[in-house]
């Protein structure tokens, strides 16, 4: 009967060991994987920035170009305005000659 009691013994040490290999190999996993989490949530964080980065130059060039139409929608009424007045005196030149 003693036997029999020392297979259970041994058995239930087996098992024991098998459950503490388990619990140290997923807690390695797990240090592992919160590892890799953290080193994503960096790059995650570090490209957050740069997009953030990226929106304000894209809002300033957006800026730029309107100030250049508006620019150019100025020059352009100017340079109607020299035309008309050079169309004005070309007919007026015209007039004399004639």
């Known amino acids: 009967m ?6 259970k013994i041994s058995r239930l040490e087996s098992i024991v060991e098998q459950i503490g290999e388990a619990v140290l190999s997923t807690t390695e996993t797990v240090a592992s994987l919160a590892d890799r989490m953290e080193t994503l949530s960096t790059q995650i964080e570090e490209q957050g920035k740069q997009v953030q980065q990226q929106g304000y130059q894209i809002f300033a060039l957006c800026d730029a170009v309107q100030s250049l139409a508006e620019s150019q929608d100025s020059s352009l009424q100017k340079l ?8 004005k005196l070309m007919s007026m030149l015209q007039s004399v000659e004639e």
């Open 80 to 87: 109607s305005q020299l035309t008309a007045t050079l169309d």
């Open 2 to 7: 003693s036997t029999a009691i020392e297979i």
